[in-house]
């Protein structure tokens, strides 16, 4: 339900013994975005968000940061989503327009540099399904090479709120608005070289819009490790544009027969039209499928070794079940997978026919199982991680210590990373998500188990992620299950739905144990959804059907939220005995920085928590709610 009422401050319930009022600067955010963008000047971050978020080999600039010919584009406060609107889909809610020969975007590295990603939107075709552009890029005023920009995997029309009623025919308004170009270049620049992207005469898109630019210094390749055999050696050939899934599958079927140690991918582009999987003697169909394991599957590097599909998962004759697509890995068990990058040709979630855009790494995943270095884009999902029960029951086995780290998972229809069907004691760590279409990361402790009792989803830690821009739902995202962690973080940029979100929709086996969300910093999270009927806060607690319990907020950093700080939701539930501890929360755009709405049933102890610049007030109680918020500094 919509919240009933705004800026009803120190109701019942209500202590301010718990609250530190102080006036930090509205700067502070953009001078932590400029730390992370590594611009210098930038003032000092706190702890907190210096230790926070993924420590990868890239860094991201800020087109509005740099110099630039073009119309900056700015979202407005209440950053609207789903209406064709550029800069609320931008990171920072700011990005570049580029209309004009000679108009550009320009950048100065912090590090060397021999390879470029942008983030970018070019216009649909007329009639949908995308098209393609170059823009020119320089270095020190020197051309370097055009950059091939496409609008085929962006531009989804109809309701959000229905993703699987999206349809790629043009109708309305619009959203996913953005997708990435990349290129390796042929020489290494230095720090301090200047970065132009611009738009000359042969440059003819409509319109160019330029949101942020990665840079990095990409290692050589790996050499081929001793124990592993190429997948040459099986009859696949690189970058001739023909279909090596036959010897991709050899290859990993050899591995796991035990006829090969490890199945090496060279640098090279290797198209792949069919997912890697175990044939199943009893065929059980495309709904019952065998994953593989004990298999062993390096590259060398993802900048190098690049898996690419394009067949759209619905026109490929493969399996599609449950959005599974035809690419990827289907994996039950032990298995490695590294140094690689998987791209779909995804182009859409469920519209059009009820089409989806695939799924690159899916399955049971069992034990032993790790992901590392692993760069996955156009899937529907990165990684769905659990199968139902009534999926071949005898080989039920959750995914118990699996690891995600290193990972690059953007441009999705759908979540990131969902650990389900009773996922423990794994991890995503050290990684980075752009641009999902779903959670970009999510723990769900769904019933579809062989023993609620016992397969419950727990012990899992997201940690030390960067998310960015999900366009659709939450940042991170647990249903359900006990002892999860999630800690250390960025989020920003979230289009509709909270930064982090605690819930029990979608029928979750309970929350118990202690559920901790430490360490994270969240910046422009939030927004309004369901028709804009329901406004979301940064960190969002939702007991829509069941009691939240065990819920710990600490150390935390809440910055230029759309709507409330910390919202406590109207629901089923209640949410006793929340404790948060050591949160900053900044500037809450439209709305208060802790809200309790009407339906709100538990309580809240406060200890250490700094609220300023909040537009309803520091803490809203609303009407009829039966939350209690109270506490003080210092107090256990």
Not at 155 to 181: H, I, K, Q, V
Not at 550 to 569: L, P, W
Request: glycine share 12%; aromatic share 8%.
């Amino acid at each position: 339900m919509k919240r009933k009422q705004r800026g009803w401050r120190l109701a019942s319930g209500v202590s301010l013994a718990g609250l530190v009022a102080v006036g930090l600067p509205m700067a502070a955010t953009a001078a932590e975005d400029a730390a992370d963008a590594g611009e210098s000047g930038a003032q000092e971050i706190s702890p907190v968000a210096e230790a926070a978020g993924a420590d990868t080999p890239f860094v991201s600039y800020e087109a509005e940061a740099g110099d630039y010919s073009g119309t900056l584009l700015e979202a407005e406060p209440e950053r609207p989503h789903g209406q064709t609107n550029f800069a609320t889909e931008s990171s920072g809610r700011q990005s570049v327009r580029l209309d004009s020969t000679g108009e550009y975007v320009e950048v100065t590295s912090t590090g060397a540099s021999n390879s470029i990603v942008v983030r970018n939107s070019i216009p649909d075709a007329p009639g949908g399904g995308g098209v393609e552009e170059t823009l020119s890029l320089y270095a020190d005023g020197e051309f370097v090479q055009k950059l091939t920009l496409s609008s085929k995997h962006s531009w989804l029309y109809g309701n959000t709120d229905d993703p699987e009623g999206l349809t790629n025919t043009p109708s309305g308004d619009a959203r996913r608005l953005f997708d990435e170009s990349h290129a390796l270049l042929d020489t290494t620049y230095p720090a301090g070289t200047t970065f132009r992207l611009q738009r000359d005469a042969d440059d003819s898109a409509d319109f160019y819009i330029v949101d942020l630019i990665d840079l990095e210094e990409v290692a050589p390749p790996a050499a081929q490790p001793a124990d592993c055999t190429s997948i040459e050696e099986f009859g696949a050939v690189p970058d001739d544009g023909e279909d090596d899934t036959d010897a991709l599958q050899a290859a990993v079927t050899a591995n796991q027969e035990g006829e090969i140690d490890c199945v090496w991918i060279p640098e090279g582009q290797w198209r792949q039209e069919q997912k890697i999987l175990t044939d199943d003697p009893e065929d059980r169909g495309q709904h019952n499928q065998v994953g593989i394991r004990d298999v062993t599957i390096r590259g060398a590097g993802m900048w190098h070794s690049q898996l690419y599909t394009l067949t759209p998962p619905h026109e490929a004759g493969g399996i599609n079940h449950p959005h599974e697509g035809n690419f990827g890995f289907d994996i039950d068990h032990n298995t490695q997978i590294s140094d690689i990058a998987i791209f779909g040709s995804g182009t859409i979630r469920g519209g059009d026919g009820n089409h989806e855009g695939g799924v690159a790494l899916n399955g049971r995943f069992g034990e032993g199982t790790e992901i590392s270095r692993v760069w996955i884009e156009h899937a529907n999902v990165g990684a769905w991680v659990g199968r139902d029960l009534d999926n071949i029951p005898e080989l039920w086995g959750p995914a118990d210590g699996l690891v995600f780290s290193d990972v690059r998972i953007r441009n999705t229809y759908a979540d990131g990373v969902n650990f389900t069907n009773g996922t423990r004691n794994s991890t995503v760590t050290n990684s980075s998500f752009r641009n999902t279409g779903d959670d970009s990361l999510a723990i769900w402790a769904n019933r579809y188990v062989q023993d609620p009792s016992v397969d419950i989803a727990h012990t899992n830690t997201l940690s030390n992620n960067t998310i960015q821009l999900p366009w659709r739902a939450n940042g991170i995202a647990v249903y359900g299950g006990y002892d999860n962690v999630i800690e250390g973080n960025t989020i920003s940029d979230t289009m509709n739905y909270p930064g982090i979100m605690l819930a029990t929709d979608h029928d979750p086996l309970p929350f118990s144990g202690e559920t901790r969300i430490s360490g994270n910093v969240l910046h422009r999270t939030g927004g309004a959804f369901w028709g804009a009927a329901q406004e979301f806060g940064a960190i969002t607690i939702f007991p829509a059907s069941q009691p939240i319990t065990g819920v710990v907020i600490e150390d935390t950093e809440i910055y230029d939220s759309t709507y409330d700080g910390i919202q406590f939701k109207s629901g089923g539930g209640e949410v006793p005995g929340v404790e948060i501890s050591n949160v900053v929360i900044d500037g809450s755009v439209n709305g208060a920085g802790i809200l309790a709405m009407g339906g709100a049933r538990g309580s809240a102890n406060l200890n250490n928590v700094t609220l300023s610049n909040n537009a309803d007030g520091d803490v809203v109680v609303e009407p009829g709610s039966q939350f209690v918020i109270n506490g003080g500094p210092g107090e256990e």
